[in-house]
């Protein structure tokens, strides 16, 4: 049987990893959304917004596991901004107030898998525009670059990428005791922008020694 090849890229501090949401409060999911972590990597390859086809071929590419080493608090940060778009395409002129969700103390694993990833490794190493955590106020806080590992599942990919206990959440089957949700996540890039439906794998809490 094939080997399962990833990159391990480690996320530490003050995250943000948005929800498909247009209202004035923003929050964040407990762990890093598929969009995030392609914007991540896009943004270490240089890939700019406007490249619909670039971007559309990298998360072809790519499937992403996700373990939550150490789960912190979130915390609410309070804005009054002017000039917000609407969900009607129009924009407000006159000051609004949002609330906007952030993690504070969560540290993540994630495997990005795939074949043929040199260039990512190389990206996550000397990233050409600077990366986040989901929003541009959460700084890259490590080297993102971790390690390159194979295995012959999900689990034995964590179990490669250090000892840890902690839920994951995979784009790819972990075991015969998933459980599987069906999440709006998936991208598709173009001149506007849109998310189509897909799977994801939620394990237990599993402990790597």
Request: charged content about 25%.
């Amino acid at each position: 049987m094939d080997k399962v090849k990833a990159l391990v890229i480690k996320l530490e501090g003050q995250q943000a990893w948005g929800e498909n949401t247009i209202t004035e409060r923003r929050t964040s999911s407990t762990i890093p959304t598929r969009s995030g972590l392609l914007g991540l990597i896009a943004a270490c390859l240089g890939i700019r917004r406007h490249q619909h086809e670039t971007l559309n071929e990298l998360s072809m590419r790519v499937k992403f596991a996700v373990r939550t080493d150490q789960a912190g608090i979130r915390e609410l940060d309070y804005h009054t901004v002017r000039n917000v778009g609407t969900a009607d395409g129009k924009v407000k002129k006159d000051a609004v107030q949002t609330y906007r969700e952030y993690l504070s103390d969560y540290k993540f694993t994630v495997l990005v898998i795939g074949e043929a990833l040199f260039d990512i490794k190389e990206a996550l190493q000397k990233p050409i525009f600077a990366p986040c955590m989901g929003r541009k106020s959460c700084p890259i806080t490590l080297p993102l670059y971790h390690a390159e590992i194979e295995a012959d599942d999900v689990l034995g990919l964590f179990h490669a990428a250090g000892s840890h206990s902690g839920q994951i959440c995979s784009e790819i089957p972990i075991d015969s005791h998933d459980t599987v949700r069906r999440v709006r996540e998936q991208p598709v890039y173009g001149s506007t922008r849109k998310f189509a439906n897909m799977d994801q794998y939620i394990g237990g809490l599993y402990v790597s020694e």
